[in-house]
């Protein structure tokens, strides 16, 4: 008789074996005021193997000891850059080539399954808790797109839709 024990023990932190396989996009965060939901972002940037962080205007950056729990240390593996303007930083990253996307409900959105990306690197920008991705970033971006949703409220905390929206992106 065979030992299924083995078959279904969860694996440890240090059993992991990452990809460590960059994807072809990256994430634009603008002035996110909470430590726990830059954290979280680092996570899933981390988790989805994202190229670069952009942490733009009033944005928390580490060093921070609420932001590095709540990432659980992903700041340390997760390449991340402090840009004052994002305006500028997005039209410096269209020079090189670089798609942008916003997510974002707006009136002509796209719902994020029905997103066809192209192969090219993109950068998805996030906009702050309780503002939303700025007018100005909206109008600099190639597409904009939102997660649908099928209950009472119109959107999921930052961290939350970020992670949806990476997992949709890296399955693509």
Not at 22 to 27: A, K, V
Not at 103 to 111: I, Y
Not at 121 to 134: K, R
């Amino acid at each position: 008789m065979s030992d299924d024990s083995d078959a279904i023990r969860q694996l440890t932190h240090a059993e992991h074996q990452p990809d460590n396989i960059p994807q072809p996009f990256s994430l634009l965060l603008e002035n996110f005021q909470s430590p726990a939901n830059v954290g979280a972002v680092f996570r899933s940037a981390d988790a989805f193997g994202c190229r670069c962080l952009y942490l733009c205007g009033t944005t928390i950056v580490p060093p921070n000891s609420k932001l590095r729990r709540l990432s659980r240390a992903a700041d340390k593996y997760v390449p991340w850059q402090q840009h004052s303007c994002a305006q500028t930083l997005v039209r410096s990253l269209k020079a090189q080539g670089v798609r942008i996307a916003s997510l974002e409900l707006t009136a002509n959105s796209t719902p994020l399954p029905h997103w066809q990306p192209t192969n090219e690197h993109w950068c998805l920008i996030l906009g702050a808790e309780d503002v939303g991705v700025s007018a100005p970033l909206l109008a600099l971006s190639d597409a904009v797109v939102h997660i649908p949703m099928f209950g009472h409220n119109s959107s999921l905390n930052v961290g939350s839709a970020c992670a949806v929206a990476l997992y949709q992106m890296a399955c693509k």
